[in-house]
């Protein structure tokens, strides 16, 4: 990520944007030694117009971070004007892969034509086998992986095998 004052945040299918106050923290930083914020522009967009409403309801943009959610379709990503032509983050969480593979190859795709040059696309997965699937797919879709990690720090679920942003990977633009 650039050191520019402001920075462009995507959240897709965010659902009630659960992470949105910990990526305004995490991003929002500048890693300048005076520590100054940058501006931030969240947007969050999801299918599901009761978690947008929920966020919408939560958020409240001031002076360093700017919120706005779209319920919408993130396979139609250039049909929403409001949004930049780029961003500097985008990020899926625990994408469903397993449950629409097409629709997730044509989200990601839509996420790689998104992402600013210079800018990163970061994941988290449940699965192990798809995580490893998704991570196929974006580079696929163009991507260069940077980062893949497992989260010794994932919450397990009552699947076996299942634990909440079980791995992390975080690819960029070839």
Known sequence: ITSKENIQLLNLASGASNEAKTQTKVFGNSDRANEEKRNMDFIGLDVRAREIAEATARFRSDSNSQFEFINGDATKLDGYKQLPGSFDVIFVRHQNLWNGKRTWEEIYHKAMEKVSPSGRLIITSYFDREH??????????????????????????????????????????K
């Open 132 to 173: 490893e699937q998704a991570i196929e797919v974006i580079k696929n879709q163009g991507g260069q992986l940077l980062v893949n990690e497992v989260n010794k720090r994932s919450r397990k679920l009552p699947f076996n095998g299942k634990s909440v942003d079980r791995h992390l990977a975080i690819l960029k633009r």
